[in-house]
C-alpha cells in the first residue's frame, strides 16, 4: 500500500504553478474552508511500496476495498521488546512467522493500523503468506480490544444459533 499523506504536505495547486508546502493540517484544513469547504486537492510526495496484512475480501461488487492493517518491520521494534512481540505478549503488535511470510525480514502487524486500500493499490502477485485459523481468531481479538468494539450481541446470536442447531439435531 502507498504511504497516506503528512506534514508537510506539497501541494499542486495547477499546471502552470509550482508546488507549495503546508506545514500542518490545520493550516490546509483552513486553506480548504476558505476555498468554500470542498475542494479537491492532489497531493505530491514520497511514496513507497510497503506489504500489508489484508483482513477481507471486498464485501460488495459496489465496495472494492478491503480492510487491512500496516506492518513494522522487526528491524524497527526496539531489542528489548523483539521477544515479547515473538511469543504474541504485545497487545498492539501481532507476530508474524517469517518462516511462513515471503517478506524480505521479520514482519509484525500493526493492531492500531487499520487502513482502507482500494483493491486496485494492491499488488496481483501472489500472497506472501496467509495466517492459520487460530491465527485469525486471536488477531480477531486484538482488533477487537483495541478498538473496543461491542462484539455481545453477536456473541449472544451465536449462543443463540448454537442451541437452536442443538435442539434440531435431537
Do not use: C, W
Not at 34 to 56: M, Q, S
Not at 127 to 151: K, M, N, Q, W
Amino acid at each position: 500500500m502507498p504511504y497516506a499523506p503528512r506534514p508537510p504536505f506539497r501541494i499542486y495547486a495547477g499546471r502552470d504553478r509550482e508546488p507549495y508546502l503546508v506545514q500542518d493540517a490545520e493550516t490546509l484544513i483552513a486553506g480548504i474552508r476558505r476555498r468554500g469547504g470542498d475542494a479537491e486537492l492532489t497531493y505530491l510526495g514520497p511514496a513507497k511500496a510497503r506489504p500489508v496484512l489484508i483482513l477481507n475480501d471486498p464485501p460488495h461488487a459496489a465496495v472494492q476495498e478491503v480492510t487491512a492493517l500496516r506492518l513494522l518491520r522487526f528491524s524497527k521494534v526496539p531489542e528489548h521488546d523483539k521477544a515479547r512481540v515473538r511469543q504474541q505478549g504485545d497487545p498492539l503488535l501481532f507476530h508474524l512467522e517469517p518462516g511462513r511470510f515471503d517478506l524480505p525480514e521479520e514482519n509484525a502487524a500493526i493492531i492500531s493500523a487499520l487502513v482502507a486500500l482500494h483493491v486496485d493499490a494492491i499488488s496481483r502477485d501472489a500472497p506472501a503468506g496467509t495466517l492459520s485459523p487460530d491465527e485469525a481468531r486471536l488477531l480477531g481479538e486484538r482488533i477487537v480490544r483495541f478498538y473496543g468494539f461491542d462484539v455481545g450481541s453477536l456473541v449472544e446470536q451465536a449462543i443463540l444459533d448454537l442451541a437452536r442447531r442443538r435442539r434440531q439435531a435431537r
